[in-house]
């Protein structure tokens, strides 16, 4: 079966830091790849999203991520966090009717 | 477009009574979701419709669950003779299936049920 791995459950950063976020996933066929953030006391908002193409895809707020095939991965990145960053991050995987989402990684930006 | 929309927001009940939610889809979304979210987990999937059709129903969905979608647009999801561990945020999300690998889902704020 399908499965999402996002390896860090909690992240603490202080301001201006890199982040990168790690995803795996299991499945072997063609994907679709989210990212979707939740910040506290809102509901689930796209970040952004890979269907083909250029594997490095940017969404909204300065994140990126890339797709990387061969190690089964969707990593998000951003080059300079800032204090309203701090949300939970969910990496998904979609194929044909089956969308798995990862357990979620709490991201905390000290000011 | 006003989003996906749930109802109620919480939802606190006694075990064994049945609870019924609501959401309403962004207008004109074919394809309508829910999951099911606990605590320190990402949403779970429980089942989909396209249009009014159930088309998939996830193995987590025990016979307690029902979801209807009878003329393509709002949902309800109903939970019968609820039990504890039925406690979670009920979520809800839309897409329109415009073609292969365009399916983006867009999320409701979620029910938040308390069996007590």
């Known amino acids: 079966a399908q499965s999402v791995s996002q390896h860090n459950h909690h992240v603490i950063l202080s301001e201006a830091a890199s982040l990168e976020l790690g995803c795996n996933y299991s499945y072997g066929g063609t994907v679709n790849l989210f990212w979707y953030v939740q910040y506290p006391g809102q509901h689930l908002q796209l970040l952004l999203k890979?269907?083909?193409?250029?594997?490095l895809v940017k969404g909204i707020k300065g994140f990126e991520a890339e797709f990387i095939k061969s190690k089964f991965s969707f990593n998000l990145r951003k080059p300079s966090v800032q204090w309203s960053d701090t949300a939970e991050y969910f990496c998904a995987v979609h194929n044909n009717n089956d969308m798995r989402f990862g357990a979620g990684t709490r991201l905390t930006v000290k000011p | 477009d006003t989003g996906v929309s749930q109802n109620p927001r919480h939802k606190i009940t006694k075990r064994g009574q049945n609870v019924t939610f609501r959401c309403d889809p962004i207008s004109e979304h074919n394809r309508l979701y829910w999951y099911r979210q606990t605590l320190g987990q990402g949403p779970e999937f429980l089942t989909y419709?396209?249009?009014?059709?159930?088309?998939?129903k996830s193995r987590l969905l025990s016979d307690r669950f029902s979801a209807e979608r009878p003329k393509g647009s709002f949902s309800t999801l109903e939970i019968q003779r609820t039990e504890q561990g039925d406690s979670a945020m009920y979520l809800c999300?839309?897409?329109?299936?415009?073609?292969?690998?365009?399916?983006?889902?867009?999320f409701g704020p979620g029910t938040r049920l308390t069996v007590l």
């Open positions: 999300a839309s897409s329109r299936r415009a073609g292969l690998g365009t399916d983006t889902q867009y």
């Open positions: 419709f396209q249009n009014e059709a159930q088309l998939e």
């Open positions: 890979y269907f083909s193409g250029d594997p």
